[in-house]
Structure formats: C-alpha cells, structure tokens
C-alpha cells in the first residue's frame, strides 16, 4: 500500500515482483510507484530506475538470455476497489536491455 512514512516523510510502496538477471545476476523490482529498478544485489547499489507510469507495474521478466525486459502495468487493487478504473488501460512494456544490468566494476 502506499502512505506516508511519518518519521521520514517518505513514500511507502509495495514491491510487486523481483527478477534476477539470468546472465549477471543483478535483479529487477518493480512496485506500485508505478517504476521498475535494476540493482546490483553484490554491490548494493541501485543502477537504473524506469520512468513514472500512471499505473502500478504488477509483474515483470527477463527473456532467456536477458537481452530483453517486460512489464505490465494495471492496477494492483493495493489502494481497494474505491481507486479501481475501469477505463484506465492495462499496459504491456518491452524494452531492449544492453549494459545497464551489468554489475559495477569492484
């Protein structure tokens, strides 16, 4: 659900799926911000952060060697059946990956 964190100010949302990378090892998240992040688990680090959709991201996965990315966006019902939209569509997301899931160098 989302909210906010009284003692940091902060937003909280859910993570919906993670991924891991089948090449590099490096993982996907993504949550109902309506974003997906790669991460380098080894050297904690976040590596890219997707741009803002209009609606939760509700799954994800890599294809077989990792080259591509995919996402869909739909409403996850983590804010109840008051938020639900009915015209609001579902989206399907595939996107080229390259070098920006490889780790950091160490």
């Known amino acids: 659900s989302s909210g906010i964190n009284a003692e940091y100010g902060q937003d909280i949302y859910a993570v919906n799926g993670i991924k891991f990378h089948p090449v590099h090892g490096t993982l996907a998240t993504i949550g109902s911000d309506g974003k997906f992040s790669f991460w ?6 976040k590596l890219k952060t997707g741009e803002q959709l209009d609606n939760t991201i509700t799954c994800c996965d890599f ?3 990792g080259t ?17 939209n009915p015209q609001q569509k579902n989206y399907i997301f595939i996107r080229q990956v390259k070098d920006e899931l490889k780790p950091r160098k160490k």
């Open 63 to 65: 294809n077989h060697n």
């Open 68 to 84: 591509y990315f995919a996402y869909g966006s739909s409403y996850d019902w983590s804010k109840g059946h008051e938020f639900y």
């Open 40 to 45: 380098d688990k080894d050297a904690r680090t």
